[in-house]
């Protein structure tokens, strides 16, 4: 049996809130906040300071209502809609101290996600008319993963596994080590129990040797998109296409324009640009 891959659900919400509270909390609370009248009630905004798709309101709203449950957090937007510049995404209204030592998780968690969906929309919208889909990696940060793969689909794009359980993917180093590619998808194959299995390969030489073997997927990895040209119209027939490796802004369309199913991309989660948010009183 298949194992069920993760959802994000109000426990997984509640429980990475509750953590990140405690990280900026612990062990004696907010010091600075703490020299403000404790009956003192105050309305704020949430404003975007940039252009972007909005994700993370529901990690927001946590935040400030794990603080204090009589906070009134009300959203303006909606996860995945493209946002403006100096759009207020929010309105909080409730206990001062509660509402300043809430804010910078709050705030993160939203330039997080939005960042992680925003990139992905960018690469999404590149190759716009091309049968091809943007995915992303398991170079994701430590802990976050779920929550970048969440970005991910908001930005337009596909979630890759999820983690080593879910599927076999042959890479470079299970070559390297076992020594032979062809005896290494054959023993793949007899062991499946069901998953997916997807083949790694890095030059056409690779390719011949192993095609006609019956697995799902080959990735092409790092290779020039000549070679990627050829390898797709090789391997079509009998596998789902996919490329990684050196994939910008700048390349994707091209990339896409090799034929090649899926493009898997570890910028979009790795190395995101956070979204900048303020909470303005």
């Known amino acids: ?33 703490q020299q403000i009248n404790n009956k003192k009630k105050i309305k704020a905004k949430i404003i975007s300071n940039q252009v972007a798709i909005i994700g993370g309101l529901n990690f927001a ?20 809609r493209k946002i403006n510049k100096g759009k207020v995404v929010a309105t909080i209204t409730g206990n001062a101290k509660k509402i ?16 992680t969906a925003t990139i992905t ?24 993963r779920l929550l970048q793969k969440y970005g991910v689909k908001l930005g337009g794009g596909l979630n890759h596994r999820f983690n080593l359980s879910d599927e076999i993917l042959i890479k470079d180093n299970h070559i390297a080590i076992d020594g032979n590619i062809r005896n290494l998808i054959k023993k793949a194959i007899k062991n499946k129990k069901g998953k997916k299995i997807t083949v790694e390969v890095d030059n056409l030489n690779q390719l011949k040797k192993i095609k006609g073997l019956k697995f799902q997927r080959l990735l092409f990895d790092n290779m020039s998109l000549q070679k990627l040209r050829k390898g797709v ?36 989660t790795h190395s995101v640009p956070a979204i900048d948010f303020k909470l303005e009183i």
Do not use: H
Request: with cysteine.
């Open 61 to 80: 709203k946590e935040v400030f209502k794990n603080s204090d449950k009589k906070i009134n957090f009300r959203a303006k937007t909606k996860d995945g």
């Open 233 to 268: 119209k090789i391997s079509k027939k009998f596998y789902e296409t996919e490329a990684s490796g050196g994939i910008t802004l700048k390349n994707v369309r091209e990339f896409a324009s090799t034929g090649v199913e899926r493009l898997s991309i570890g910028k979009i």
């Open 100 to 115: 300043l030592e809430s804010e910078r998780i709050a705030l993160n968690f939203l330039a997080l996600i939005s960042g």
């Open 1 to 33: 049996m298949i194992r069920k891959k993760p959802f994000l659900n109000q426990k997984y919400i509640k429980n990475i809130v509750k953590n990140a509270l405690k990280e900026d909390l612990y062990p004696n609370g907010d010091a600075t906040s």
């Open 121 to 144: 929309n960018k690469f999404v919208n590149k190759i716009k008319g091309k049968s091809c889909k943007i995915c992303c990696t398991r170079k994701t940060l430590p802990n976050l």
